[in-house]
């Protein structure tokens, strides 16, 4: 009896040791769960964006060059002067200029006085035959008249009518002159120098209103080298002014980008050398390619108002800038490395009963970091944010600690 007792605990032992050595194996051979990072589905704002590069430059300049043949009769603004929109900055001497305008005057006048004598003197003319002609019909009528009744003689009906003929041919006469002249006056050669004087005048005048340069506009006097009682050189002929109140960016985009952009569009600009970032919105975007790109890639002028210019940003500063193409806040988004694709479907692992599963989605704005999540993940929902290429689903998975 002790001895069977002994044998059914050996028995009991070996079961208890044989269990332990197959769980041992097990859990040697079993798969170790893989560890992914998770995180749970948030809302983000999310931009996309093209990143130029551009220069800092005045909203409103003005510019104009002095002309090299008249001499600088007084400065009345140096360079870094602040001045208002009107102001006169130079004046130029207008001696020559008003002496030729005097001249091409006088020219104009005197051919006016000489057509118009001639025409004067033809319309004399003209009433002068007609008045004859009249009176020679008269008479001849009353010739004829008395020559009917016998009371004149042939000859004297005949000198009447010759008469009559005569004075006839001289109204004829008359009148060619006269239309010949009207004529002339609007087609010849007299009308075209007419023309030509009148646009001439015109010219000098207006050189002579440009001699006294008045700026357009309000700002900084930013460029006037020329010197008074001198005759400005090339290099000293150019005139500038800016308002560095109101600075903007100017960017050349290529095509391929400038069918993204249109007027309002938010942008962020990095001056380069500085830290702070600057924000501005598009104003315009150019029709026309710039000249610079005309052997290259088209590239259009894009213009961008800085919502506030910083004290130390001066014109032409290279600057970064980021504009933005599609804009959505508060929205549901997941890491762009948790999204995959298969056959043309996406989707995104989730951790189910310890295993990963693929969950189907339907995506919106992608970003370089996060992908706008419209179907098939619920906000607070765990996804694993960057799965390791071999996963499977259904592999065995556990949080990363």
Known sequence: MEAKTKKTALISVLLILSLAAITGIIQIFKTKAVEVAVAVLEERSLSDSISVTGRIESEETYETVLSSSQKVIKLYKKVGDYVKAGDTLVTLDTEDLQYQLNKAALSLDSLKVSTGNAKAQASINLDTAKDSYALASR?????KTLYEAGAVSKDDFDKADNALKLAESQVKLAEIQYNNLNLNSSSSDVQKQME?????????????????????????????????????????????VMDLNRLIVKADVSQYDTVLLSPGQRASVKVKGLSPKLTGRITSVGDVSTPASSSAEPKYEVKIALDD?????????????????????NIPAADRQAVQAENGRKFVFVIADGKAVKKYIKTGLETDLYVEILEGLSLGEQYLTAPPDSLKEGARVEPAV
């Open 139 to 143: 008479s001849y009528h009353n010739i």
């Open 196 to 240: 030509r004087l009148n646009l001439n005048i015109q010219n000098l005048q207006r050189k002579i209103d440009e001699s006294t340069i008045k700026t357009p506009i309000s700002g900084t006097l930013t460029l006037l080298e020329a010197r008074e009682n001198q005759y400005p050189s090339r290099s000293q002929g150019p005139v500038q």
């Open 309 to 329: 210019s910083a004290q130390d940003i001066k014109i032409d500063y290279d600057v970064d800038v980021d504009i933005f193409i599609k804009e959505k806040a």
